[in-house]
Each structure stands twice: as structure tokens, then as C-alpha cells.
């Protein structure tokens, strides 16, 4: 099999600036003098802040900076009062694989205004902190054995307001492992017909899920999953409710035990939804992506690991990588586990059964991939060290400037991507 390793650093600065020209806001603007923000190791990234109202520069004004690895410590903390809006720091550099970020503020009347740039050193040679336990596939595979002897039950019922001419919308709710459920929102083309599916994995946090219509009309069979076995159309407030009181921190929920960790029903839950997929009638029962981002990001991973029926995925700045980088000087992946305390070896064991970079390991698919420089969330060190993992066809979009958020373009790029390999 052809390994594909694209790496295209694709700006929409242009779009950023003209967004800024039109803001009555301050701005807080951080750039590295390369174009593409990429270095080599030992090579010195210099960094520029400027600071701008209506599109001018602001004279001046006190501005605050900080240098130093993702979430780490900085090795630069300084301040300095512009004079003409512009101010140019030398960042230094990094003698191993990784990213050094600068980020600068302005406070003014009251309000604290904040920007960031982050430049990459070798970022296709950072290599994971975390290993694979020697058991790591038996356990999956074990859990995924005990999970196919429980019956699917799947209570359906139609969402009338929700399903259009050519759409049927449900809310389906299916039996998972450990006596709970799988809630999903699932949409369906009304048209008789086979059709590929999609898995859409959701990321971190509790709400509602709308179906997909748009999917639906262009021809696909998705299941918007959620994850805490839980109504997804109750109303707003109850949401708000549970994700203050008993969902509030479950992604650190049970980190002492493998077999107590929240994630493990979350994703044989994952595995269960395909489950539900596959007895579709309107399933073409060959063509079967997943797709989602930060946490979905992950579960997107390691459900194609898991699961040999997934053909494609598309994962969005992935959480849950290389969970172990704290132990090692450097930042690890959301939730950030090992990062607040010191962990106990059995916290720093569950995280190893949990890693994407160990599912990455066990990829055989064509997989797309994209994050942004400029994550804080899941720190680009955390999501290079998985991607690097990955032997199989591989795929990925960088903008650089991205935060932990969607760029429209790249949405419709990575939707894009996943349905015309479906639809082939």
C-alpha cells in the first residue's frame, strides 16, 4: 500500500486581516518571520507583535510576552512599551523536535486583549513519550467480545419535527457494555436505496445534537453519536445541569483503573454505533467513514483502529495524544491527565490503554488529518507525535494560525474529503 504523507501549509491570513480591518476591537497580532512558521532545529525563530485598532497601529502601549514550549514553563517572560505598534522579539530556538510558542497581551480599559504564534522545529520528527502495553490489543479486543454478546435494543423513535420529504430523522438510543446506553441522532434519505454511512463522533461536553439533513440529501446514512448515555433532545437546560453537576470532569473520570475509565464504554460505545450502522436495511454495508474533532478527533481514530469496517476517517485536532509528555518535559494531549498533579503509575498506566498515539499505530486506512499551530487545547506537540505514528495512507491540512476551532474552509475540505472517497 502507497503511504501518501502531504503536508500543505495552507494561510487564510488574508482572510484573518481583512476580518481584523473591519474590527473595532483592539488586536493583538503575533507572527514568525517564516512564512509558513516551520524551522529547522537550531535555527532562531524571531517573532513579531503588533497591536492594531481600525486597522492602524497603536502607539504607545504596554505589551506583556511570554516565550516557552506549549503549556510549559516559559523560558522568556518580558514586557515592553511600544512606541510605534510593532515590536520584534528573538524567540530562540529548540534543539529537538517541537513547537515554541509566543503569546503576548494588552490590557486596556479593563479588557485584556491576547494573541499568539507558534513556531514548528522539525514538527515530522517529534516522536511519542507514551508506549503500548504488551496486553493493549488483547484488552480491546476482549472488551469488544464482551460488547458483541449484548443485544443491540435499539429503542427508535421518528423526530416528525426534525425529518423533512426526503430525510427520516430518529433518535435512537442502543445497549452498550456495563449496563449503559448509546444515545444517537440518526438521519436516513427516504429514498429507497443502498447507502455509505457516517459515524460523526462528538467532541468534549454535554448537549444536544441536531440531525444531519444536509448529509442525508447528498446521499449518506449518518449516526451523530453521543457519549453519556443520555437523551440528546432534552432541552438546553438540563445539559447545563448535568455538565455542572455529575458530567462535570468526566474526562478525568476513573483514570486510576482501565477498566473504570470513563472512555471505555465511550468507546466500545463507538463500536456499538457501527453495530447499529451495519443493521441498517438502506446500508450499502460497504462504505463506512467516521468523523469528528478534538475529542471526536480521537474517537475518530481509534474507532477506525478498532473496527475493520470503518474504510475512511477524518479527524480534526485530535485529544488524547501522547498523554505521557508531562512525565518528559513537554506538553501531552487534552484532557491533560498527567499535567496537574503528580500522577500515581496507575493513572500513567490507564493513560497508555487510552493513547490515539497506540490506536495510530494500528491504522490500515486512508486517513485525512488536520489541526492548527496555534492550539492550546490539543497542543500541536501532542497531535505531530500520533500523526507520526501513522504507517497507513495519510493525508493532512495545516493552518497555522488555528486555534482550537474550525476554519469554514477546512470543514468543507475534510467533509469534502471523507464523501467522495465514500461515494467512489
Not at 491576547?114 to 514548528?120: E, M, P, Q, S
Not at 484488552?139 to 426534525?162: C, G, H, Q, T, Y
Not at 488529518?369 to 501513522?390: H, K, L, V
Request: charged share 25%; with cysteine.
Amino acid at each position: 500500500m502507497k503511504i501518501i504523507n502531504l503536508l500543505f501549509f495552507i494561510v487564510f491570513s488574508g482572510l484573518c486581516a481583512l476580518a481584523q480591518e473591519k474590527s473595532e476591537e483592539l488586536i493583538v497580532e503575533v507572527t514568525a518571520d517564516h512564512s509558513d512558521w516551520v524551522y529547522k532545529r537550531g535555527e532562531n525563530a524571531n517573532f513579531t507583535i503588533e497591536v492594531k485598532k481600525d486597522g492602524e497601529p497603536v502607539e504607545d502601549i504596554l505589551v506583556k510576552y511570554q516565550i516557552g514550549l506549549e503549556r510549559m514553563t516559559p523560558s522568556i517572560k518580558d514586557s515592553v512599551q511600544l512606541s510605534a505598534g510593532v515590536h520584534q522579539i528573538d524567540g530562540g530556538t529548540l534543539n529537538e523536535p517541537g513547537f515554541l510558542r509566543c503569546i503576548a497581551t494588552v490590557e486596556l480599559e479593563g479588557k485584556v486583549y491576547r494573541g499568539l504564534a507558534t513556531a514548528a522545529f522539525e514538527p515530522e520528527a517529534i516522536q511519542p513519550t507514551t508506549t503500548m502495553p504488551e496486553d493493549f490489543e488483547v484488552f480491546w479486543d476482549s472488551l469488544k467480545m464482551e460488547a458483541k454478546k449484548i443485544p443491540l435494543n435499539p429503542n427508535v423513535r421518528l423526530l416528525e419535527d426534525k425529518s423533512t420529504d426526503d430525510v427520516d430523522a430518529y433518535e435512537v438510543s442502543i445497549q452498550n457494555i456495563d449496563r449503559t446506553l448509546i444515545y444517537g441522532i440518526v438521519t436516513v434519505p427516504s429514498k429507497p436505496g443502498k447507502y455509505p454511512a457516517l459515524l460523526k463522533v462528538p467532541g468534549a461536553g454535554v448537549r444536544p445534537y441536531a440531525p444531519d439533513i444536509l448529509a442525508a440529501r447528498r446521499g449518506f446514512i449518518v449516526f451523530r453519536m453521543g457519549v453519556h448515555g443520555i437523551p440528546l433532545t432534552m432541552e438546553k437546560e438540563k445539559y447545563e445541569e448535568l455538565a455542572k453537576g455529575k458530567l462535570f470532569g468526566y474526562p478525568n473520570f476513573g483514570t486510576d483503573d482501565r477498566n473504570e475509565y470513563y472512555f471505555k464504554q465511550v468507546i466500545i460505545g463507538c463500536i456499538r454505533s457501527i453495530d447499529y450502522i451495519a443493521s441498517l436495511e438502506k446500508f450499502d454495508n460497504r462504505n463506512l467513514g467516521v468523523i469528528g474533532g478534538s475529542q471526536g478527533g480521537a474517537l475518530t481514530i481509534i474507532t477506525a483502529a478498532l473496527d475493520k469496517r470503518v474504510k475512511y476517517l477524518a479527524s480534526y485536532f485530535p485529544g488524547l495524544c501522547d498523554l505521557t509528555g508531562p512525565l518528559h518535559d513537554r506538553t501531552g494531549g487534552w484532557p491533560h491527565t498527567l499535567e496537574k498533579e503528580t500522577p500515581t503509575p496507575e493513572v500513567i498506566q490507564t493513560t497508555r490503554y487510552y493513547d490515539v498515539v497506540n490506536f495510530a499505530k494500528l491504522l490500515t486506512i486512508p486517513g485525512m488529518y488536520t489541526w492548527g499551530f496555534n492550539d492550546e487545547t490539543c497542543p500541536p506537540t501532542s497531535i505531530s507525535a500520533a500523526y507520526n505514528s501513522i504507517t497507513a495512507p495519510k493525508d493532512v491540512l495545516i493552518i497555522k494560525e488555528a486555534g482550537h476551532a474550525y476554519f469554514p474552509q477546512q470543514r468543507k475540505l475534510m467533509e469534502s474529503w471523507i464523501e467522495e472517497k465514500l461515494l467512489k
